[in-house]
């Protein structure tokens, strides 16, 4: 089945959801999520070996063919046009189409996949770590395997985490520094002519400007805005972006620009900005994502967003004209009140104040 868009405009919290956790024992605690051409929702199961796949009501558990396995446990998921499920590993790279497992890297390959993006062409590209020595952290995908890029390629970058194309074909990808690359060109690094913290992500909006986030906030820090060939902040009234601690950034095919925070979203649209706090529970601290943690995704033209309360990630999915929903991904939080869930702990009302 398909999940059908709804109105953009419209708050999280006017929008209904159904919830399943953790301690319903089915989802993991996070997880990597797509959607594959056929309408399907994907997700790893709980021990990351294995996939889930959801129709809208239920999950069916998939399993790697006996003498097959995953190379590693599930670190990302990106359902591409031609009907693909790539699946990304600790430990190396798979493809799922029409019911058969390809792998694409070799048993003794030892690096781990961070982010896969398909690209205008529909050409496959991603992010990698523990890259082996004299190659680097990006790499395209062919018809037998994968072929990497490395110093003698333009590419100095041993690793890389966030990855994004923009409208003239190049790269985008977070390492050490930020880097630009398209094939034939030396990579042009961004921040590197001053100390900064971690870079975690990378995006590219509709008009052309890069958003990339750093792991610590400061007037140089947090979320940086490329605009016009400048870096800066964005500010609108009251908002300031280089106060957010992002773990990670969205474009939604309306052109929003979609920021995750530890204490919730920023939605950024048309030149206006519209924040989503989450509260605490029961006076708990707010936990901080992981990086692997894809906070924003789009099923179908939908932002699909997340919340974490007291160590809790809550995927939920707009369903104003479905009854399609996602899974609230928890761990090591005491159940909410039967009052809020329900006693089959099924969420089946909008919240206000979500």
């Not at 790893?44 to 399993?63: C, I, Y």
Request: glycine share 10%.
């Amino acid at each position: 089945m398909r999940v059908h868009a709804v109105d953009p405009s419209l708050r999280i919290s006017q929008y209904g959801h159904t919830v399943w956790r953790v301690q319903d024992g089915m989802v993991a605690s996070y997880t990597p999520i797509t959607q594959t051409a056929d309408g399907y929702i994907w997700m790893a199961s709980t021990n990351k070996e294995s996939l889930l796949r959801f129709d809208g009501s239920q999950f069916v558990p998939w399993l790697p063919p006996k003498g097959n396995p995953l190379p590693g446990k599930i670190s990302f998921l990106l359902g591409t046009r031609d009907g693909s499920l790539w699946i990304g590993t600790r430990g190396g790279l798979s493809r799922l189409k029409d019911g058969q497992l390809s792998r694409y890297t070799k048993a003794s390959d030892k690096f781990g996949i961070s982010v896969m993006i398909e690209d205008h062409a529909g050409k496959i590209w991603l992010t990698r770590y523990r890259s082996p020595k004299g190659e680097g952290g990006l790499c395209e995908v062919g018809e037998r395997g994968l072929r990497c890029y490395g110093p003698s390629d333009g590419v100095v970058a041993r690793y890389g985490v966030g990855l994004a194309e923009d409208a003239s074909g190049s790269l985008w990808f977070a390492t050490e520094n930020l880097d630009r690359w398209r094939p034939g060109t030396q990579a042009v690094e961004y921040f590197n002519s001053v100390e900064h913290p971690q870079l975690v992500d990378v995006a590219v909006d509709h008009s052309g400007d890069v958003w990339a986030t750093m792991s610590e906030v400061g007037p140089k820090f947090g979320v940086r805005y490329f605009h016009n060939g400048i870096w800066s902040e964005y500010v609108a009234a009251g908002f300031h972006s280089s106060t957010l601690r992002a773990e990670t950034l969205f474009v939604d095919s309306a052109g929003a620009v979609w920021i995750g925070t530890p204490t919730g979203t920023a939605s950024i649209a048309f030149g206006r900005v519209s924040l989503t706090i989450f509260p605490k529970l029961m006076g708990s601290p707010v936990a901080m994502p992981t990086a692997s943690m894809r906070i924003t995704k789009e099923i179908s033209g939908s932002p699909l967003t997340a919340e974490w309360t007291c160590f809790e990630i809550r995927l939920s999915l707009p369903t104003r004209r479905t009854k399609v929903s996602v899974p609230e991904l928890s761990q090591q939080c005491s159940p909410p009140s039967t009052e809020r869930y329900g006693p089959d702990r099924k969420e089946t009302k909008t919240l206000e104040g979500f």
